[in-house]
């Protein structure tokens, strides 16, 4: 008798834009055994009542605020109340971070002199951070807002301009500030289209974003690998990581 195979489990995958993918975090997903339950609010999809079909949710990016006033923000902040209260794994990356920090109470701001982070720029990992894998000495960013550090939360990973760069909250709820999802295809396209912000304060100019990949992007594809496994418990084939 054939054996039956184990129905693969599906992370919910919030976008914020019509053209956004889930680029390396999606292929290191499924590469790790899970399908995408894909869902754009702004564009009318719906988010579950509740995560007992899925096996933890990931929040991505945009170009908005999470300050903004718009329907989809208040409803989608609200929504992280849904992974917070059934314990499963949730992780937020920029937008999705701050919409957290919001959630659970902290401030979400620009830099008090109008710094952004736009380009490479260092972190250094707190003890705290050290303790769960190594990280990446650089990361790539593209942001101009901040968070405050909610209260409980543990501190993972920190920096100058930004000091609050990652963190865990509870069991299962993570927060990062900066990129690791970008496919190289993905880097061009924000190059292009986000070159009239390169000339805000402490933006970097496009060329030292792509030169930049060729450096350090080894290194945070490997740190994002992990760090996905540590979330969802389950790692990727390294032979089939993008």
Not at 34 to 56: K, M, N, S, V, Y
Not at 135 to 155: I, N
Request: one cysteine or more; glycine letters at 10%.
């Amino acid at each position: 008798m054939p054996r039956r195979e184990r129905p693969r489990e599906s992370i919910l995958v919030v976008l914020h834009q019509e053209s956004s993918s889930a680029g390396r975090v999606g292929h290191q997903l499924i590469e790790a055994g899970f399908d995408l339950d894909i869902r754009r609010p702004p564009l009318g999809d719906q988010l579950p009542e509740t995560l007992e079909r899925h096996a933890g949710a990931v929040v991505f990016g945009g170009p908005m605020s999470a300050n903004d006033q718009e329907e989809f923000v208040r409803r989608e902040t609200d929504w992280l109340k849904v992974p917070l209260k059934e314990n499963r794994p949730l992780l937020g990356i920029c937008l999705g971070a701050q919409m957290l920090v919001n959630h659970l109470g902290g401030k979400v701001e620009g830099h008090g002199d109008g710094l952004v982070e736009i380009g490479w720029y260092p972190i250094k990992a707190t003890d705290d951070g050290k303790a769960l894998m190594q990280w990446p000495e650089m990361v790539y960013q593209f942001h101009r807002e901040g968070f405050s550090l909610p209260k409980d939360a543990t501190l993972l990973a920190t920096a100058d301009a930004y000091p609050n760069q990652a963190f865990r909250y509870g069991e299962n709820a993570w927060g990062i500030q900066f990129h690791a999802e970008l496919t190289r295809m993905m880097m061009h396209r924000w190059v292009v289209h986000g070159a009239h912000r390169f000339e805000l304060p402490g933006a970097q100019p496009g060329r030292d974003h792509l030169g930049g990949r060729l450096i350090w992007d080894m290194h945070l594809k490997r740190w994002l690998q992990e760090f996905l496994a540590t979330i969802f418990g389950r790692p990727a084939d390294k032979n089939a990581v993008r």
